[in-house]
């Protein structure tokens, strides 16, 4: 550490300590030079750090201030979505969103990439080329339709720590979670079919909805419990529902874990009602408490939870590495995985296996789940300082999601395509919903290292957003 | 070569230019031993590789005589399928046929994977090696929705072999040719839509119709020339039918390309009842001919024709790299990607396009085309050695798949369940019907290498066909 961090350091925590209060004048830069016997420069670099940290203010001409603390904005509050079955719209939005994919001059903010700058995937990318060298014929061959033994069996280890007892044989190797869950879906469900969602909800299961002709219809959400268990219940009163898709477990975009009771509660609402329960587990793993929560499908005792899940928010996206555990649909899924996927790749399978098995898997897991809860407390700082007043924001309990709601007049789709202009790509609330609701809300990718070219992106994201709210209220007049 | 191969050439060329006739009695190895110069054990050696090829035939106490040649089985005749929509059945005899897969044990004629017992492969699982190594970044993280660029630049250049000019960005990378034909009829079709299809055809294509509750309409096809036109514009004047099916380059099982005046003719039947092709183009690089045969895309005009392919044939089925130029479809087909299979392996995918863009590709195609070539030959002999007469035989113009069509009464699903026990694997050509027809017919996998043990197990199965027909033969009474 140089000396002008170590200064920084002292300072922010004299801060945070409350030996200076919120809007009180620190020391001049002549006085703490003398004071710690350093230069000047030294002092003014500490000083421009802990101003970069929003910790401090500028004042010209009158010195350094302790930034003004806001107070921690409240949770969004029970989501109020249409109470019909809707065909999915917005696709143009989520291609907007994916065209920027890959380009290293957009801060991707609106993604749901995990970081994947991190040391603890070398033994992955190692792994794949030791398998490719060492044994090509594995490699270059048709797959098992289920996927690979050795990986089913890795697989059903994982499902253990969130409480579900599947043996190797009852589950299906697929591509990514969106391909489980594509698959669970069309074994389970016909075009025209209802199926009850979170609302909001991940934009890549309503777009899926969307391609198979299967009608959403949105369920009260609660930021922090989950979806409401009476207004599902409501909802399948009045209308002939198939199945619903829950992300009970670090919920995109929400943040949330259901609270077991309710995971209990929601299970057996599904049996009374005789509906399936499709569970995304993909950010499960990425819980900040430990041991993990549990799944839905580990209360499952008629196979109705078709548990999906992969590694591609835990560990990467390109091993394209996912899983069903289908429970009675097995058969079903067996054959929908064949016509509408076939085959997997046998090398990522193959390395994935390996490096569950050597403990890799469980390291690295194990060591993201802290880096993105100190992500996401850092951004919530920074958003309390770059956003104007009135918001909303979760409380994540685990993954790398944050979701904002802005006033109600705020539209982020067209401060979204304002950010694009300069390089800053979001992903606006209405991406979340079938019906295009949301609109005033954004999801914040914090897997993103909290660096200074990210902070300054976040804090254009706040000015844009304080600049609609302006706008709005010349508009109104007020 | 050794003396006893040496000496096995000559003999055999003599056979083949009529020296020594078809019955005739071959030289005693006492006497050849003393004309050639070489010891009683290699005049022993070489008749038993000559037998072995079933070119002699070894009498008790009489010596070697020349195999009697059996006259070149005829072609079957063009199929009569139902000529109504059907739904397709016969899930649990594929599900039989994939279950054997990876066990080494079994000898796998009823597969369709190619031969990657190769040295040309080399250059491809190093590449995965070196991408990984090299590109880590890349490797882990999420694909582009459509496929990496530089790939789709590489899979345009093979399309313009087989004269389609198609722009990288009009192409869709797909888990495979499975993946694209997926793609491709959940884009244009819905849930009791007709399709008409070649008859037989590829079971995994109809097993797919099946899933998403397409009905087959099966087309009378000739073994030679391909689908029969007229048999098919009767059906679209009779029935609703979105598209069709047409595997018209090396198919599969028959192994016919359909002359280029009959693709003409195809497209513009479609063009005048509106109807898309869906044309998988699989096996099309592995055609005997240079250059290679065209695309029914070639002649597209108005973006009807949706052709899928993949390197699973020509060069391994473990890369899940395939792809679709959906023409007109493009958005949907995009759309459909990410609703039913997202993202592909950018590992796979960086490694295939070095391997085509460095020539590596087209040098491995050039010569499996004439290894493919040399095994049907070779196991056309022996079909016509170890299975009785009366069959039909297809004569392929590339690919490696023949197709046998024996007398009515053989079954060849009892016969296959029969060699199951001796460790082979056959597909009956009930699995190539969506109602189940041709269970007199098999296909056997000519990319398997002539060895000792697969001619064994060819012998096997002429033995238990030979079985069957004496089987029924007593039945009947004759």
Same sequence: chains 1, 2.
Avoid at 19 to 39: A, F, K
Avoid at 90 to 115: A, C, I, Y
């Amino acid at each position: 550490m140089t000396r002008y961090q170590h200064l920084a350091n002292l300072l922010a925590e004299r801060i945070e300590q409350g030996l200076y209060r919120s809007g009180e004048r620190l020391p001049s830069v002549r006085t703490l030079s003398q004071e710690h016997g350093v230069s000047i420069s030294t002092i003014q670099q500490a000083y421009r750090l802990l101003e970069n940290l929003q910790l401090i203010t500028p004042l010209p001409r009158s010195g350094y201030f302790v930034s003004p603390r806001k107070a921690q904005p409240p949770v969004p509050a029970m989501t109020r979505p249409v109470q019909r079955p809707v065909e999915v719209s917005q696709w143009d939005e989520v291609m907007t969103l994916l065209d920027t994919r890959g380009d290293k001059n957009v801060v991707p903010f609106g993604s749901g990439s995990p970081d994947l700058d991190q040391p603890g995937l070398k033994p992955l990318w190692r792994e794949i080329s030791r398998v490719a060298q060492h044994q090509p014929e594995a490699v270059m061959s048709y797959d098992m339709l289920t996927g690979r033994q050795e990986l089913r069996e890795q697989i059903a280890r994982l499902m253990l720590d969130g409480g579900a007892v599947v043996s190797p044989d009852e589950i299906v190797v697929t591509s990514g979670c969106h391909g489980a869950l594509a698959i669970a879906l069309l074994s389970v469900c016909k075009a025209g079919d209802i199926v009850a969602v979170e609302s909001p909800s991940y934009h890549g299961t309503m777009q899926m909805l969307r391609g198979f002709d299967i009608k959403a219809i949105e369920i009260p959400t609660d930021s922090q419990t989950g979806i409401s268990i009476e207004a599902l219940e409501m909802a399948l009163e009045q209308w002939p529902i198939k199945g619903v898709i829950l992300v009970p477990n670090c919920n995109n975009p929400l943040g949330f874990i259901m609270p077991d009771s309710r995971k209990r509660q929601i299970l057996s609402l599904a049996q009374r009602h005789d509906i399936v329960i499709f569970e995304d587990d993909i950010y499960g793993e990425l819980a900040a408490a430990y041991p993990r929560p549990s799944t839905i499908k580990s209360y499952d005792v008629d196979g109705r939870v078709l548990l999906c899940s992969s590694i591609t928010k835990s560990v990467a996206p390109g091993m394209r590495v996912g899983w069903i555990a289908p429970g009675r649909y097995y058969d079903r899924v067996v054959h929908m995985k064949y016509a509408a996927s076939s085959f997997g790749v046998p090398a990522t399978q193959m390395a994935v296996a390996s490096f569950i098995r050597d403990g890799h898997y469980h390291r690295h897991v194990r060591r993201m789940r802290q880096i993105y809860q100190q992500n996401m407390e850092t951004y919530t700082c920074l958003v309390r300082q770059y956003f104007p007043c009135g918001i909303c924001m979760t409380r994540p309990q685990g993954g790398f999601l944050l979701w904002l709601e802005l006033p109600e007049d705020v539209d982020m789709v067209s401060v979204s395509k304002q950010l694009r202009l300069q390089n800053i790509q979001i992903a606006p609330g209405s991406l979340f919903s079938a019906s295009g609701k949301y609109r005033n809300c954004l999801r914040i990718n914090c897997a993103l290292p909290p660096n200074e070219r990210n902070r300054n992106a976040l804090k254009q994201i706040g000015e844009a957003v304080q600049g609609a709210m302006e706008h709005f209220a010349i508009v109104r007049g007020t």
